[in-house]
């Protein structure tokens, strides 16, 4: 106890001495659970033990128990197929009991409500969650008749616009561990279809087909990028046509496009010339 005392006060001293920035107390496990999530959060696809070591300085026998409790609380989750580690969800619902830290939906929802008032359609944006796509945020038509998508809502990728959309635009890392969690859940011919869609809609650079859930609706879905060029999010717009609409099919295509483009550039993306 006594060695371990001297260590910390030792290090407390290196830290004066360095110029960097004091703090009253040091707790280690803290430190190493609070490293991995902000590695994992600022890394574009999952990483293994020997990575997460590697990126943090640290040996893997330091940070192993960190990991099997941050799984275990299920802050990140664990791909057994691939043995390797990423954020769950759990982070994005916290942050929604704290709106100061929706980043994402506080850019989003002033964008989307417009779009809704514009078109006189819903709107929906969504996000990757492994195999899944999540509802973050949900705007609803300002007319009489609406079909709305459930806020936190969550569908499988593969049979969603907003999740093929996502799938086209993941990068070779993201691809490679999205395709192996697929595997587990479609079958071949399942899988074929899906490569051909994501082929189509990446060269399209967006996705449109009748919904397979509701028979009647179109959607819409575009992709929301980061500062770093990243697909983050599908905006969609699920088009019900109806007697009282006051925007057709193609001039909501054009609007919600924008609105996409609207949403990515406030959060930081700029297009090249």
């Not at 509802?135 to 969603?160: C, D, K």
């Not at 595997?183 to 869609?197: G, N, R, T, V």
């Not at 006051?246 to 550039?265: F, K, N, P």
Request: glycine share 6%; with cysteine; net charge neutral.
């Amino acid at each position: 106890m006594k060695s371990g005392s001297t260590k910390d006060a030792d290090a407390s001293l290196s830290s004066q001495e360095s110029g960097k920035s004091e703090t009253r107390y040091n707790v280690p496990a803290l430190e190493k659970g609070l490293d991995i999530l902000e590695l994992l959060a600022r890394t574009s696809g999952p990483l293994n033990l020997t990575a997460i070591a590697t990126a943090r300085g640290r040996s893997t026998g330091e940070i192993y128990r960190v990991l099997q409790y941050l799984d275990h609380s299920g802050y990140i989750a664990r791909a057994e197929y691939s043995d390797t580690y990423s954020l769950s969800m759990k982070m994005f619902h916290l942050s929604h009991d704290n709106p100061p830290m929706r980043t994402l939906t506080a850019a989003a929802v002033p964008i989307m409500e417009e779009l809704a008032a514009r078109t006189g359609q819903s709107c929906h944006l969504g996000v990757l969650d492994r195999v899944n796509v999540t509802i973050v945020a949900t705007i609803t038509s300002p007319l009489p008749i609406i079909y709305t998508v459930r806020l936190g809502a969550q569908f499988p990728a593969w049979e969603t616009s907003s999740g093929i959309l996502l799938c086209s635009f993941q990068q070779d890392e993201e691809r490679r561990s999205l395709f192996a969690g697929l595997a587990q859940l479609i079958d071949q011919d399942a899988m074929k279809a899906l490569l051909a869609k994501m082929e189509e809609v990446s060269k399209a650079g967006y996705e449109e087909r009748p919904s397979i859930r509701i028979a009647g609706i179109i959607n819409l879905s575009f992709p929301v990028r980061d500062r770093l060029n990243r697909v983050i999010a599908a905006l969609t717009v699920p088009y019900l046509p109806q007697r009282a609409s006051i925007t057709s099919l193609d001039e909501v295509r054009v609007m919600a496009r924008q609105a996409a483009g609207d949403l990515s550039q406030a959060l930081g993306f700029r297009p090249s010339e």
